[in-house]
């Protein structure tokens, strides 16, 4: 089983909102971890959004919207994130990351298609 | 200014070594808290952490890879290399090298470098 789990992708339309999950193995406790994201556009390196632990420890990326945000739900073990006002921009992969057992680890991604 | 460029053959044969290049700029490997990972990413797949290096040397390997990898650095040429050995067409991805300061996030990436393994 996978350290991360996203979805393979996530359909929105214009000015709704999405919420992007990131579900950590069995066994492996959300809380402890800062979860990153990033955004990644064909044929571009990935890009920094933000990085969520708890609401006493985050880090909104420079130039990041706050329509971004992240949160945790502790029932599902995930990490989220949440994009609101969804815009044509937005459509990307995103990827979540944690720091586990002395290696970053990424998500298999997700692609939101806003349309 | 940041920059980060990643450099190396664009083709190579299977079981062969593959040694790529990041030469950096605006930053130091030598100032505490800097280190330098690499990422690649296959065709249409997603992103996997391959190997870090820290500005006191200490390094860091993906668990399934690691017996493959050698990452060093060249703090007087402002390079961080990565050799990985036995070379297979999955390994067939772009080669991304990342900053990242104090364990806070990769905040610049090169811009990538496509190594297609094939005889």
């Known amino acids: 089983q996978a350290v991360l789990t996203q979805p393979s992708s996530l359909s929105a339309s214009p000015g709704a909102s999405a919420s992007l999950t990131c579900t950590l193995r069995?066994?492996?406790?959300?809380?402890?971890?800062?979860i990153y994201w990033y955004q990644q556009k064909p044929g571009s390196p990935p890009q920094y959004l933000l990085r969520?632990?708890?609401?006493?420890?985050?880090?909104?990326g420079s130039g990041v919207p706050r329509r971004f945000s992240g949160s945790k739900d502790a029932s599902a073990n995930a990490g989220i994130l949440l994009i609101s006002g969804l815009q044509s921009e937005d459509e990307a992969d995103y990827y979540c990351m944690i720091w586990h057992s002395s290696a970053w680890v990424f998500g298999g991604g997700t692609k939101l298609t806003v349309l | 200014q940041v920059t980060l460029r990643e450099s190396g053959p664009a083709l190579v044969k299977p079981t062969q070594t593959l040694t790529l290049t990041c030469t950096f700029s605006?930053?130091?490997?030598?100032?505490?808290?800097?280190?330098v990972s690499w990422i690649r990413q296959p065709p249409g797949k997603a992103l996997e952490w391959l190997a870090r290096?820290?500005?006191?040397?200490?390094?860091y390997y993906s668990t399934s890879l690691k017996t493959r990898l050698t990452i060093s650095k060249d703090t007087s040429k402002n390079q961080v290399v990565l050799t990985m050995t036995n070379m297979d067409p999955v390994d067939t991805a772009t080669y991304y090298c990342a900053r990242m300061v104090e364990m806070a996030q990769f905040d610049y990436w090169g811009q990538g470098t496509l190594v297609t393994v094939s005889s």
């Open positions: 969520y632990k708890s609401d006493s420890d985050k880090q909104q």
């Open positions: 290096i820290d500005w006191d040397d200490d390094k």
């Open positions: 069995s066994g492996i406790n959300v809380g402890t971890y800062r």
């Open positions: 605006g930053f130091s490997l030598s100032t505490s808290g800097m280190c």
